[in-house]
Nanobody
Framework: QVQLVESGGGLVQAGGSLRLSCAASGRAFSSYAMGWFRQAPGKEREFVVAISWSGGSRFYADSVKGRFTISRDNVKNTVYLQMNSLKPEDTAVYYC?????????????????WGQGTQVTVSS
């Protein structure tokens, strides 16, 4: 099982940028597809973006397409989420998740491991 630790959250003004990191330890990181999800207060956890084990395939939620970019470094065992042009509605706790195998998924229940989350707050 892989263990995940997110970092990089914080408070930013609308239009600003943040870069989240998710460091993995344990079982071979490159065996996992990775995803980012977020959960705002009073709302269900929602899919943000996912990346295949090789980094060759990515899928973005429509709400972040063109603003967020996911990448991974299989040497550093880390996945990144670059968030640009942030909006107040992006405010949420952001979680990274690992799915064993080559394919990614938009369904949170399919993921095998989760980080503890990092808070992102975007002020207007």
């Amino acid at each position: 099982q892989v263990q995940l630790v997110e970092s990089g959250g914080g408070l930013v003004q609308a239009g600003g940028s943040l870069r989240l990191s998710c460091a993995a330890s344990g079982r071979a990181f490159s065996s996992y597809a990775m995803g980012w999800f977020r959960q705002a207060p009073g709302k269900e956890r929602e899919f943000v973006v996912a990346i295949s084990w090789s980094g060759g395939s990515r899928f973005y939620a429509d709400s972040v397409k063109g603003r967020f970019t996911i990448s991974r470094d299989n040497v550093k065992n880390t996945v990144y989420l670059q968030m640009n042009s942030l909006k107040p509605e992006d405010t949420a706790v952001y979680y990274c998740a690992a799915l064993y195998g080559s394919r990614w998924s938009t369904n949170s229940y399919e993921y095998d491991a989760w980080g503890q989350g990092t808070q992102v707050t975007v002020s207007s």
